[in-house]
């Protein structure tokens, strides 16, 4: 199988050399561009598995860049270049949607072992949802192949990772999960991640999914441990 193409959104050319050129040696094709503009048409044109985004852009900064791809193109990986001193920034990208964070500077057997991993976890994602699966929850229907929620009947439209989750709670309802379990079942073991990335994430999930969010029927929190699923048709 081809290795998948993958887009370069950095305006630093040494840096751009260098991530293309180890992206490359991994077999993949390689885009680059330094403009967050561009940067974003490429990317909603569904052609790329993967984003290496800078954080920093002259024209549409990554943040905006990331909020707007997920908005329209949630499939798609976003792995984010970040100074390696600025924590807040880290835990904005998590929680827009980024789906890991490199620090500059890196390594470039990091950056290739980081990109490997958010690679790999999707393709055994996609082995595992090979065979038909419906999860139906109250007014939620979770079909786990081709990756779409439908409540009442409707489409809802939902981040990779706000998928994954989702998943995981339908197939356990009733267990409480910590949100460190989370990021290890979900981000992946070793990710180095933050705990309230997963708040983030559940709260905006729980916008999608719940009819009154303050008041939730679905996913709910233990307090002072983390978050268990409720099957209401249970």
Not at 62 to 72: I, Q, V
Not at 166 to 191: E, K, T
Not at 219 to 230: L, Q
Request: proline fraction near 5%; glycine fraction near 8%.
């Amino acid at each position: 199988m081809a290795a998948e193409p993958l887009l370069v959104v950095e305006d630093d050319r040494d840096i751009a050399r260098v991530v293309e050129l180890n992206l490359t040696d991994l077999g993949h094709e390689v885009v680059w561009t330094p403009s967050g503009e561009e940067g974003l048409e490429l990317a909603l044109s569904g052609r790329f598995a993967l984003v290496v985004l800078d954080l920093m852009l002259p024209d549409l900064d990554g943040l905006e860049l990331c909020r707007a791809l997920r908005s329209r193109r949630p499939e798609v990986l976003v792995l984010m270049l970040t100074a390696r001193s600025s924590e807040v920034d880290r835990v904005v990208g998590l929680e827009l949607g980024a789906d890991d964070y490199l620090g500059k500077p890196f390594g470039v057997r990091e950056l290739q072992a980081r990109v490997k991993a958010l690679l790999r976890r999707r393709r055994d994602a996609a082995t595992a949802e090979r065979s038909p699966e419906t999860l139906t929850k109250g007014e939620l229907d979770i079909d786990v192949r081709a990756r779409e929620v439908r409540l009442a009947g409707e489409i809802v439209h939902l981040t990779a990772r706000e998928f994954d989750l989702l998943v995981q709670f339908a197939r356990n309802p009733g267990r409480v999960y910590s949100r460190a379990q989370l990021l290890d079942l979900v981000w992946g073991q070793g990710f180095d991640g933050f705990e309230h990335t997963v708040n983030s994430h559940i709260n905006r999930l729980r916008g999608k999914i719940e009819p009154d969010p303050a008041q939730p029927r679905y996913i709910h929190t233990v307090w002072g441990v983390g978050y268990k699923f409720v099957d209401p048709g249970a």
